[in-house]
């Protein structure tokens, strides 16, 4: 069965400075249960906010580093999900169920790409 990343991009001027609600977690908990029981969650993680990260980047054959906050960023990615679904309209659909999970004040988008397999 072929495996789904879900690249979870926040907006973080709208996501709460304390992090999530304790309705949202109880929520997100609920569902990673299922997605579990159900044989679909393999992994999920949330990450710590941009100020904390760093970016590594290649270009004109040098390295540059450097560290958070990104201010060019209007969308960092804030976690992720890697699922094994009979296929990507399966993935879509628990995407969907993922965000509907969130308050109407986030602005989440999810990026669900199939796994290229070696």
């Known amino acids: 069965m072929p495996r789904y990343l879900s690249l979870v991009q926040i907006e973080e001027k709208t996501?709460?400075?304390?992090?999530?609600?304790?309705?949202?977690?109880?929520?997100?908990g609920?569902?990673?249960e299922e997605m579990t029981k159900a044989g679909v969650m393999l992994d999920t993680a949330g990450?710590?906010?941009?100020?904390q990260g760093t970016q590594v980047?290649?270009?004109g054959g040098k390295i540059s580093v450097t560290d958070g906050p990104f201010?060019?960023?209007k969308e960092v990615v804030g976690g992720y999900a890697l699922m094994q679904c009979k296929d990507k309209a399966e993935a879509i659909e628990w995407t969907k169920r993922f965000l509907k999970a969130h308050e109407e004040f986030w602005t989440v988008t999810c990026e669900v790409?199939?796994?290229?397999e070696g």
């Open 15 to 28: 996501a709460p400075a304390e992090g999530p609600s304790e309705e949202l977690m109880q929520r997100m």
């Open 57 to 59: 980047r290649w270009e």
């Open 113 to 116: 790409r199939e796994i290229a």
């Open 47 to 51: 990450l710590t906010p941009s100020t």
């Open 30 to 32: 609920e569902l990673i």
């Open 71 to 73: 201010t060019e960023s």
